[in-house]
């Protein structure tokens, strides 16, 4: 699959909920950290193949900020499974011109994992190919809270009246990136999660019933061909989209 005419675009930033991990360890008797690590397998899986189809960013849900209220024992698990892709995975990513963001609270984290982060982002920044940004601590509300307070460090003699949509956008995380055109969750359930709320305000959705683990370029593919089905009006009527 490839971008061919306007008609079969190529989502330009896909966003992706990455659901599932656990259940897939529970249907084989494994411990959820099993399925954690496999998640990651897949991880590996559809960012070569969005390198593959052109796809300019690619945004995943890794760790949320309501994801610490989750067994002490998982948490700890996880923040391993962290540090270990930010020591082994990285210069893979920069070696195939990936560029790696994190967009999130990352205080709260380990000052080795902060120190992994830096690196890694100092390393890839000069790279084109692909932005690929782990959101993890991560929070749609807590993106909005921070923009308003960014803004109005910035312009602390302005009215509350002058803040608009378009002027607090550039606040936003990600606001170098163009707003998800589709978002992707595995693992049957439907809703965004405070997942880029703001971001996400014209988004093509598409919930699949594959746990993570089981995600590969064929479900990407799938994804991608449903997004490329959709009509996207933003607000305007078939007509007006046509004679564009």
Not at 87 to 105: A, C, F, T, W
Not at 113 to 118: F, L, T, W
Not at 154 to 173: D, G, K, R
Not at 218 to 233: G, H, I, K, N, P
Request: net charge neutral; proline share 4%; aromatic share 8%.
């Amino acid at each position: 699959m490839s971008e061919s005419s306007n008609d079969s675009p190529i989502p330009r930033h896909i966003a992706i909920i990455m659901d599932g991990n656990g259940r897939w360890a529970r249907k084989r008797m494994l411990p959820r950290f099993v399925g954690h690590k496999k998640g990651v397998n897949a991880l590996k899986r559809v960012i070569t193949r969005c390198g593959e189809l052109g796809v300019a960013s690619l945004t995943l849900f890794a760790f949320s900020t309501e994801n610490w209220k989750r067994p002490q024992e998982e948490v700890n698990k996880l923040m391993g499974l962290f540090l270990e892709a930010l020591q082994n995975e990285v210069s893979k990513l920069h070696e195939n011109g990936v560029r790696l963001r994190v967009i999130g609270d990352r205080s709260a984290f380990s000052e080795a994992i902060q120190a992994h982060i830096a690196r890694a982002e100092a390393l890839t920044a000069d790279n084109r190919r692909l932005n690929l940004n782990v959101a993890a601590n991560y929070g749609g509300r807590a993106d909005i809270v921070q923009a308003v307070k960014s803004w109005q460090k910035a312009h602390p003699e302005e009215s509350i009246e002058a803040l608009t949509p378009e002027v607090l956008t550039p606040f936003l995380a990600l606001s170098d990136q163009c707003d998800p055109d589709l978002l992707i969750r595995t693992g049957g359930e439907q809703r965004v999660s405070n997942f880029m709320i703001w971001q996400m305000a014209y988004t093509e959705y598409y919930f699949t019933p594959t746990l993570w683990p089981d995600f590969d370029e064929v479900q990407v593919d799938l994804a991608v061909a449903s997004y490329q089905q959709r009509e996207r009006r933003f607000g305007q009527t078939s007509e007006q989209v046509s004679s564009c």
